[in-house]
């Protein structure tokens, strides 16, 4: 399977990739590492312990705070392909004043 072109994406996507991969891996890796080193009786310890400090509210900001960053993600995305259109536009006039200069220049 060919990987995808990532030329194409802004920077900031390429460093938010970046950043969520590296996460991915380390939370898996140490996380296997600190699983593998318990036992029985400590795993249904920790998992009563985990279940008791979970706190749903605490969970519910989270996911908010999630989707109001991916929101902000979608619109700044919006924002920079009209300004790359905006700035294609400028250039490809500018492009064109070049060229009929050119041509008056010529005759």
């Known amino acids: 399977m060919p990987l995808?072109?990532?030329?194409?994406?802004?920077?900031?996507?390429?460093?938010?990739?970046?950043?969520?991969?590296?996460?991915?891996?380390?939370?898996?890796?140490?996380?296997?590492?600190?699983g593998r080193k318990?036992?029985?009786?400590?795993n249904s310890r920790t998992v009563e312990l985990a279940m008791a400090t979970i706190d749903p509210a605490a969970i519910r900001q989270v996911a908010t705070a999630i989707e109001t960053a991916?929101?902000?993600?979608?619109e700044t995305n919006r924002i920079m392909r009209e300004q790359g259109r905006d700035n294609s536009?400028?250039?490809?006039?500018?492009?064109?004043?070049?060229?009929?200069?050119?041509?008056?220049?010529?005759?």
């Not at 995808?4 to 991915?24: E, F, H, R």
């Not at 536009?89 to 005759?107: C, N, S, V």
């Open 4 to 34: 995808p072109d990532l030329s194409s994406l802004p920077p900031w996507a390429i460093v938010l990739l970046v950043v969520s991969l590296a996460v991915i891996i380390v939370v898996g890796r140490y996380g296997f590492t600190n």
């Open 89 to 107: 536009k400028a250039l490809d006039e500018i492009a064109q004043e070049i060229r009929h200069q050119g041509e008056h220049l010529r005759k």
């Open 38 to 42: 318990t036992t029985a009786a400590d």
């Open 70 to 74: 991916a929101a902000t993600l979608v």
